[in-house]
């Protein structure tokens, strides 16, 4: 693992109505680090997460990526980034494989071949179904598939496992740690027990 | 008066200063504002063709000049919280809404006024009449939009930005108006039109115009602490303000 | 492997969204419908007098399809935002405006040109001579993109509002009236023998200032409310 920090979180500071959620947040995160975010619910671990994706601003401080601020570097930022929010990001109307299409149509996309990333979420006969038709695991299983579809460094996770039995978060737990051995990072909410026992993870507690 | 300038950014300082000027600029207003109609009123001769009633003009024209004036502004603060996130301007874009449309109103009432003992109806359908009542609706919109969306920071950004597209939008949709008046008018010169003004009229006008100006100052000065306490209710230099 | 090229992407959404336009046909066809409703009613309200509704088809028309286009703004954003797919694509390696200007154009193919087809039809409905028929299929051609897409700024901008609709026809409706005088005119200085070339250069240069600008105010418009 280098010692590279990718992820630098400097004085971060985020208010809601008159809230302060959190403030004074700084962290490094280094490649083939996860960084796990507790805190009760409300305590604003969505709003960091999405503070992090470029999505929404902070009240105050900055976040970088290789030492240079993400509202500057824009695209270039977003591009090694892959987000899967609390809505799954996909569309009903269009099939499993029409949405992995997009997926690589609107990033840049890895060598992964659909059908193969279909086949080992377990979704390799829904290629052609409507989104529509598919249950709750099945879409959160589609909706993290983006992760592999696309090459990106850091993944953003908000409570994934949200509707997944547990051999599918197995499954995903496993596919985390590769992604961090492949000096990927993570940031991950989740309410769930994590069992990546061989990973080098950093918990941030919004609690206090 | 850089330094001065830049200080006028911090948010105790504005509020500091913006209430040392408050009793001058009362005062100041007060006076052009009785020199002004003293001078359209008693001064001025009665209009050759219109009589007496067209004194209204004086109150129509300033407010029809500061509702165009106030929105510039309004776009002005929408480039600086996009560029620069200046939070005084946030507050003082959010403040100038209500006093423009106020302002928007009074011409368009004073314009109905007029009207009515000129052409004997409350409303005609004159290209600047329609124009002031289009850009009642573009205030009307950003008032709007900045009470339905719920955060506050989010709602003056999104503001901001409708503030810079109605702008772009005022030309043309002056130019449109004034095309589209022109069309159904025939070769009549249109209603407010003045050919040119005598130095008698013109002089209690622009007192008029800079008595509004000064009121524009005034109304927003106390609508900006109003709001910037509101707003910074939690900070420090508040909370020591209210224990003093 | 490296990422589609900025016309490649543009294509591609575009396909996707009228992909999704033809898999939801009912929502789409209800704008069109409330044209219909709209124009059949003024003959209802003011009495079928042939020549009075020769004389007003232009302005009629223009107004039906102004608040058609106004319907259906929602449907830009609405289902992008509901399902976290506008988080996606703001998200998206391509530059956002170019992205909003290819929902703008699937918007227009699925809502602005049926209106375009239907409107010789309600044009003879109401009695208007063939040659405005003519100016008033090339302003519908000309004026409903830019419906769309100065309308696209205005939907942007109320996203995820619950009361977004009420909004936005106040936020729209004065930057419509551009077009719709300049369209209106021309049609009726059509029914006169007169020269249109004025009204129609107007609209071409809105359409290209709406084309150039929109999607850059609503890609940032769309920024903010998504923050």
């Known amino acids: ?208 | 008066m850089f330094l001065w300038f830049h200080k006028l950014g911090s948010p105790p300082h504005f509020y500091r200063i913006a209430g040392n000027w408050l009793p001058w600029l009362g005062t100041i207003f007060l006076l052009l504002l009785v020199a002004g109609v003293y001078g359209g009123l008693v001064l001025a001769p009665p209009d050759y063709q219109q009589g007496d009633s067209y004194r209204i003009i004086f109150i129509h024209v300033p407010s029809a000049w500061m509702s165009l004036f106030i929105y510039m502004v309004m776009a002005a603060c929408g480039v600086v919280i996009l560029v620069w996130r200046m939070k005084i301007a946030e507050i003082v874009l959010i403040s100038s809404a209500p006093i423009g449309a106020s302002f928007t109103f009074l011409a368009l009432a004073t314009g109905s006024l007029w009207g009515k003992p000129m052409w004997g109806t409350w409303w005609v359908w004159d290209a600047r009449l329609t124009s002031e009542l289009i850009l009642l609706f573009l205030y009307l919109g950003v008032i709007g939009l900045h009470g339905a969306i719920e955060d506050k920071r989010v709602a003056t950004r999104a503001i901001a930005i409708l503030a810079i597209v109605g702008m772009v939008n005022i030309p043309i949709i002056h130019y449109s108006v004034e095309w589209w008046n022109s069309l159904h008018q025939g070769a009549t010169v249109t209603k407010f039109d003045k050919p040119s003004i005598h130095w008698s009229m013109l002089i209690p006008l622009l007192l008029m115009a800079l008595a509004f100006q000064v009121y524009y100052l005034l109304a927003l000065f106390q609508s900006c602490r109003a709001e910037l306490l509101q707003r910074e209710r939690n900070s420090k230099w508040v909370e020591e303000l209210i224990a003093k | 492997m490296t990422r589609l090229s900025l016309s490649q992407a543009f294509i591609y959404l575009l396909r996707r969204d009228l992909t999704l336009a033809f898999r939801n046909r009912a929502e789409f066809a209800n704008p069109l419908l409330f044209f219909i409703m709209v124009v059949t009613l003024f003959p209802l309200a003011i009495g079928a007098v042939p020549e009075l509704l020769a004389r007003i088809a232009p302005g009629i028309i223009w107004v039906a399809a102004l608040l058609a286009a106004m319907l259906s703004l929602e449907s830009i954003f609405r289902s992008d935002f509901d399902d976290g797919s506008l988080d996606q694509l703001l998200m998206s390696a391509h530059p956002m405006p170019l992205l909003v200007l290819a929902k703008v154009c699937a918007h227009w193919l699925v809502t602005g040109f049926p209106l375009l087809i239907i409107s010789p039809i309600l044009a003879e409905m109401l009695g208007m001579p063939q040659q405005a028929q003519g100016v008033l299929f090339l302003t519908i051609l000309i004026g409903t993109p830019v419906l769309s897409l100065v309308g696209s700024i205005g939907v942007a901008l109320t996203v995820g509002l619950p009361k977004g609709g009420i909004i936005l026809s106040i936020l729209v409706l004065p930057l419509y009236v551009p077009v719709l005088i300049f369209a209106a005119s021309a049609i009726e200085a059509a029914a006169g023998g007169l020269d249109v070339s004025a009204q129609i250069y107007m609209l071409l240069a809105f359409l290209f200032l709406a084309l150039s600008l929109s999607p850059v105010a609503a890609a940032a418009a769309l920024k903010i409310s998504m923050s």
Request: charged share 25%.
């Open chain 1, 1 to 208: 693992m280098s010692d590279t920090n990718l992820l630098q979180i400097d004085n971060l500071a985020c208010i809601r109505d008159d809230r302060v959620l959190f403030e004074h947040l700084n962290l490094l995160l280094a490649a083939g680090q996860m960084l796990l975010v507790e805190g009760a619910n409300g305590s604003g671990k969505t709003s960091l997460l999405r503070i992090l994706t470029g999505l929404k601003l902070a009240d105050e401080g900055e976040v970088l990526w290789q030492g240079k601020p993400i509202d500057q570097l824009a695209a270039d930022y977003t591009e090694q980034v892959s987000y899967v929010g609390h809505h799954d990001g996909v569309k009903r109307e269009l099939s499993c494989l029409e949405n992995l299409r997009l997926v690589q149509a609107m990033g840049k996309p890895s060598g992964v071949e659909l059908d193969d990333a279909l086949d080992r979420f377990g979704l390799y006969r829904y290629g052609d179904t409507l989104v529509s038709n598919l249950s709750a695991g099945q879409k959160r299983r589609l909706a993290l598939s983006r992760l592999i579809v696309t090459e990106s460094q850091l993944w953003i996770l908000d409570e994934p496992f949200t509707s997944l039995d547990k051999n599918s978060m197995a499954g995903f737990e496993r596919m985390f740690e590769q992604h961090l051995a492949e000096q990927g990072v993570i940031v991950m909410t989740s309410h769930h027990d994590i069992g990546m026992v061989n990973a080098d993870i950093q918990r941030l507690d919004l609690s206090q």
